[in-house]
């Protein structure tokens, strides 16, 4: 089948096997299969959701690693020009990726396959490397960019939430990206003014810029106004312009698995681009004196400001909110109105097609075409219309039987249950939404970093450049980390009156400690710290705590 026996052996939990091959001199560790994966990549892509049998999984990656002395195991590409880590997001394998993100091997001979160090300790504070080759922007085909292109990725969400992805896009948005996004909003809004005044400035005179009917070629106009005119048509199509290039490129980033995700994780990407077409079709035709400009501008000013929308990203309540609000549109608002248009042309021909047609001259029933019947419908459906029947339908009967079975169907069913699933709706996705916020978040963050970098190079890149050892140099991620929860040490508080607090009682996981007369401090060690693993104790006195 193409498989090795490495593979084959590591794959179905035999590490005695994987042992004897991986010992004989002979075997070929970095060897690939007919797929062109490693033992590494047939790992990964054996990874399941059930946890005990990811345990083994890496346990044996884990053992390979050590084993072998060659690091570019890791980094070798199968026939789809994926790494093991690469596979791994791509695949979906969340547990897999989480423990290659966060392995740290501390001993000095394996430490070269650690994704993460810690540079240094104290108490519940550490500070550590994360080797970022592979895993930002600055690399190419970064696992960053895959999560957030990737539509057909699953469990993306959840993977940008792991270190160092989460702190990384956290600290790309507050060096550059907040405030290139505050930028793209002020140029938003005064795009949206101008377009909205240039509208009311053509209902107020609406020969102003028009093409002469008779002399198309020249365009001349006249007075301080009519230029004002002409610069903001001039802006607005320039800036229209900008938005599809800008938009366009987006949407080829973005890999698609079906028709739903293109709407979902291209939503304003799509509406985007509808604006600023619009945008141009008004203007063009405004200018060319076409009446029809006012159908393209109306639609182009309500999704302009309905775009607005984009901008609540940038605040975490707002922006999960939003998310909310398009999952609601997306998946129970669209049903409704597919259902509710059967009902409403079925109803609306049959109820039209009921009314005798009137005389001229004689007053008819607003049921009296389908058009009208259509409108009269809607109006039941709110509430706002009447089921007296009408005098001039050829069965009066049941011409009321059918209006009373669309009130049912419509005002009764349909909109009542469109508003339960709309609550269940709200409440399966509100634990998601924080993450999908936080997705969409990540992609306005790789927009503008692509930007910057064309602008200012690699200024504003992120992680510096490290030696561990002699030929260990790795462009690395510095993340501080406070965990009180794992701090399973205990320290004396020092009062002012020369004595220590009275004694800490062992709970939750502290050790007690005594109080220490701080006059004697000298001879008394002031912190303990027990080690997990061996329950050595670490002992350091106050001078040592000074010098530190």
């Known amino acids: 089948m193409g498989q090795t026996p490495l593979a084959l052996a590591a794959c179905t939990n035999q590490p005695d096997i994987v042992t004897l091959l991986m010992d004989n001199s002979k075997t070929n560790i970095k060897i690939q299969d007919s797929y062109g994966n490693t033992v590494l990549h047939a790992l990964v892509t054996v990874t399941m959701d059930q946890e005990p049998h990811n345990a083994f999984i890496i346990q044996?990656?884990?053992?390979?690693?050590?084993?072998?002395?060659?690091?570019?195991?890791?980094?070798?590409?199968?026939?789809?020009?994926?790494?093991?880590?690469?596979?791994?997001?791509?695949?979906?394998?969340?547990?897999?990726?989480?423990?290659?993100?966060?392995?740290?091997?501390?001993?000095?001979?394996?430490?070269?396959?650690?994704?993460?160090?810690?540079d240094w300790s104290y108490g519940p504070v550490s500070s550590i490397f994360y080797d970022l080759e592979g895993v930002d922007t600055s690399s190419k085909k970064s696992i960053l960019e895959m999560l957030v292109y990737n539509t057909d990725i699953k469990d993306r969400h959840e993977m940008l939430n792991l270190e160092p992805l989460h702190s990384l896009l956290q600290m790309k948005w507050d060096k550059f990206a907040r405030h290139m996004f505050l930028l793209s909003f002020l140029f938003f809004f005064i795009f949206d003014?101008?377009?909205?005044?240039?509208?009311?400035?053509?209902?107020?005179?609406?020969?102003?810029?028009?093409?002469?009917?008779?002399?198309?070629?020249?365009?001349?106009?006249?007075?301080?106004?009519?230029w004002l005119q002409v610069l903001g048509h001039v802006y607005v199509l320039t800036c229209s312009i900008c938005i599809i290039i800008e938009e366009s490129f987006l949407i080829n980033r973005l890999t698609f698995s079906d028709l739903q995700s293109v709407v979902s994780d291209a939503w304003f990407n799509i509406i985007f681009i509808t604006q600023a077409v619009l945008?141009?079709?008004?203007?063009?035709?405004?200018?060319?004196?076409?009446?029809?400009?006012?159908?393209?501008?109306?639609?182009?000013?309500?999704?302009?400001?309905?775009?607005?929308?984009?901008?609540?990203?940038?605040?975490?309540?707002?922006?999960?909110?939003?998310?909310?609000?398009?999952?609601?549109?997306?998946?129970?608002?669209?049903?409704?109105?597919?259902?509710?248009?059967?009902?409403?042309?079925?109803?609306?021909?049959?109820?039209?097609?009921?009314?005798?047609?009137?005389?001229?001259?004689?007053?008819?029933?607003?049921?009296?075409?389908?058009?009208?019947?259509?409108?009269?419908?809607?109006?039941?459906?709110?509430?706002?219309?009447?089921?007296?029947?009408?005098?001039?339908?050829?069965?009066?009967?049941?011409?009321?039987?059918?209006?009373?079975?669309?009130?049912?169907s419509t005002f009764v069913l349909l909109l009542n249950?469109?508003?339960?699933?709309?609550?269940?709706?709200?409440?399966?996705?509100?634990?998601?939404?924080?993450?999908?916020?936080?997705?969409?978040?990540?992609?306005?963050?790789?927009?503008?970093?692509?930007?910057?970098?064309?602008?200012?190079?690699?200024?504003?890149?992120?992680?510096?450049?490290?030696?561990?050892?002699?030929n260990d140099k790795r462009l690395c991620l510095r993340i501080s980390k406070v965990k009180w929860s794992e701090w399973h040490r205990a320290v004396t508080c020092v009062q002012e009156e020369g004595v220590t607090q009275s004694k800490v009682k062992e709970a939750d996981g502290f050790s007690s400690i005594t109080a220490v007369d701080v006059s004697d401090r000298g001879r008394h060690p002031i912190i303990v710290q027990e080690n997990e693993e061996d329950s050595d104790m670490e002992i350091f006195s106050s001078s040592e705590i000074q010098n530190y």
């Open 60 to 118: 044996m990656y884990d053992k390979i690693i050590r084993s072998c002395k060659d690091k570019a195991l890791e980094s070798k590409k199968n026939k789809k020009g994926l790494t093991s880590m690469q596979l791994a997001v791509t695949e979906g394998k969340l547990e897999i990726l989480k423990y290659i993100l966060n392995r740290e091997i501390k001993d000095d001979e394996n430490r070269m396959w650690s994704w993460k160090i810690t």
């Open 193 to 226: 003014i101008i377009f909205t005044c240039l509208f009311y400035l053509q209902r107020k005179d609406d020969k102003a810029l028009k093409l002469s009917q008779q002399n198309r070629s020249a365009f001349k106009p006249s007075g301080t106004k009519s």
């Open 279 to 408: 945008v141009i079709l008004s203007s063009i035709t405004y200018m060319c004196g076409i009446e029809e400009s006012l159908i393209f501008m109306v639609i182009a000013i309500t999704l302009g400001w309905t775009n607005m929308l984009y901008y609540t990203r940038g605040f975490q309540s707002l922006g999960i909110y939003s998310v909310m609000v398009q999952k609601v549109i997306l998946n129970d608002v669209s049903k409704f109105l597919l259902v509710y248009l059967l009902f409403l042309l079925g109803f609306g021909v049959a109820l039209a097609s009921l009314i005798e047609h009137c005389a001229e001259g004689e007053d008819c029933s607003s049921y009296g075409s389908f058009r009208t019947a259509i409108v009269e419908l809607f109006k039941l459906t709110l509430g706002l219309g009447d089921l007296e029947m009408q005098k001039d339908a050829k069965y009066p009967t049941l011409f009321l039987i059918l209006l009373i079975i669309y009130v049912i």
């Open 417 to 470: 249950m469109l508003i339960a699933l709309m609550s269940e709706t709200v409440d399966n996705i509100s634990k998601e939404s924080e993450n999908i916020w936080r997705l969409q978040r990540a992609s306005t963050i790789l927009k503008f970093e692509k930007t910057i970098k064309f602008l200012f190079g690699d200024k504003f890149r992120l992680g510096v450049m490290h030696n561990f050892s002699d």
